[in-house]
């Protein structure tokens, strides 16, 4: 074989970053359904517990990442991006024709199946830029799931200011929009989602950006729920709704701040050499490789006894801080496993549950939202999705933030969030279930941020238990335990007992607290039973975090000293 010759890479991974925002927002279509359901029951003339198997197919489609998850090993983002493309376009194509009635009576099968060739978009467009990103910047984790994670959350509440101040509260215009915008927003952006240097964690400018970032994330979402709320409240015309449109869409660019300022103003050489991913695909021939090789000018895979198309960042940590490197072996905890080899893990199956007893029941009340507020008297939910949104936005950004600083301070396991997360969800579904006058907002927002720490927490924790290699399987299996949860707790639960309300009042709409009463005492219970999983979690992984984080142990491969 002939020996391979690595060539330095330059290019630096903060376009990419900036791309991925965008592509994250789109990647958070799924979150449309309650604006357009109410619209497709009545139109479909669908019961409720119709409706919500239609909401777990919308589950399904977002969360089967699989197929993206082994395709990011083996093609270029572009490609997977693709897929995401010509999904989008053939399955909200099809729910289009139907609520438009330009095709009428379309079968309930097609509909179904279309939702979730619809949704699975976002699946494709997530799995693309996250896995990249993270291993763009695979010192910063944490940072950079709440971040993309983050702009999902936040999508929500930009589709709903499309949705009321653009589209007239069109259901038939909302899913136009997303047939063809969406698709080509995101090939407009596939050019610039791709592997490149790995950033430095020793250049101080990479923190300073981090935080431009998050501050931009932050405040985008504070402006989309305050305009939001203000047109619902106030009377606001076209013109002026158009305005503040553009200028949503003006700070969604501001990522784009630190490419432009490091092409005009360069401090210093980016980075230190190592070889990009671009070229070393260049060199084999290969799609994409599986993971960044971290090298330095004065180390190399062979000095640390190990082959550079095997070495990963945590591999290269560990045979750091150990001075030695074993022989092949069963990979431990912390290290670069097959999905094969996670699957049968405790710990693997322990975040898991945890994550499906979270987010499914956060899902449920997501794909409820629109029946629960009308049920609790709130006629229009476009500022409770919003609400939803914004919150859930901030408990992905938040959790990330947070749960890096403790990770690179107290070798603090990222999952003793997911239970502070989930005991704070047992007191939202009891504040839900008792429908005191004036809680519906705040338990809405309560939910919705805990509901986003699932997500933000869940996906490092998996890189880091796991490694980075099979990073895109791990995650998107695990993140299966969203549909499922939404077919038990929401078709299943929710659905039922909805109907069989209504039917008590005598029509096929329910009012009043009892319509969900008993599917959110039964949610606490589920998410008593996750924090308890959490605990045991957290408990065993402790050694992990402590050998990988704790001082003196962790150093940064990609320093020059090494």
Known sequence: ???????????????????????????????????????????????????????????????????????????????????????????????????????????????????????????????????????????????????????????????????????????????????????????????????????????????????????????????????????????????VGYVLIAIMVILMTSPLAIPVKMTFFPTKKFGPQVPSSDSLAQEEGESTPSDPLLLTPSSSAANLGMESEDASDVEYLLAMGEGAVKKKRRPRRGEDFKFHEAFIKADFWLLWFVYFFGVGSGVTVLNNLAQIGAALGVDDTTVLLCVFSFFNFLGRLGSGVVSEYFVRSKALPRTIWMTFAQIIMIATFLLYASALNGTLYAATALLGMCYGVQFSIMIPTASELFGLKHFGIIFNFIQLGNPIGAFLFSGLLAGDVYDAEAALQGGSTCLGPTCFRLTFLVLAGLCGLGTLLSIVLYVRIRPVYQSLYSEGSFRNPLSSDQ
């Open 1 to 239: 074989m002939p020996k391979r010759v690595l060539k330095a890479g330059s290019r630096p991974p903060w376009v990419g970053l900036a791309a991925a925002v965008w592509v994250q927002t789109a990647a958070g279509n799924s979150y449309n359904f309650p604006l357009y359901s109410p619209t497709l029951k009545s139109v479909m003339g669908y019961t409720q517990q119709q409706l919500t198997i239609l909401g777990v197919a919308n589950d399904i489609g977002e969360n089967l990442g699989i197929p993206p998850g082994i395709a990011c090993n083996k093609f270029p983002p572009w490609a997977v991006l693709s897929v995401g493309v010509v999904s989008c376009v053939l399955g909200y194509g099809v729910l289009w024709l139907a609520v438009s009635q330009t095709v009428q009576n379309l079968p309930y099968w097609l509909l179904w199946l279309a939702l979730c060739v619809a949704t699975n978009s976002s699946a494709w467009y997530g799995t693309a830029v996250l896995v990249t990103n993270m291993r763009n910047f695979p010192l910063s984790r944490g940072t950079v799931a709440g971040i993309l994670k983050g702009y999902i959350g936040i999508s929500a509440a930009v589709y709903t200011a499309i949705y009321s101040m653009v589209l007239g509260e069109s259901a038939s215009k909302l899913l136009l929009f997303l047939t063809l915008g969406l698709p080509i927003l995101c090939l407009a952006m596939m050019y610039f989602i791709r592997p490149c240097t790995p950033a430095s964690g020793e250049d101080s400018s990479v923190h300073v950006h981090f935080i431009f970032t998050q501050a931009a994330s932050i405040l985008l979402a504070v402006y989309v729920l305050t305009v939001t709320v203000l047109y619902d409240l106030a009377s606001i015309s076209k013109v």
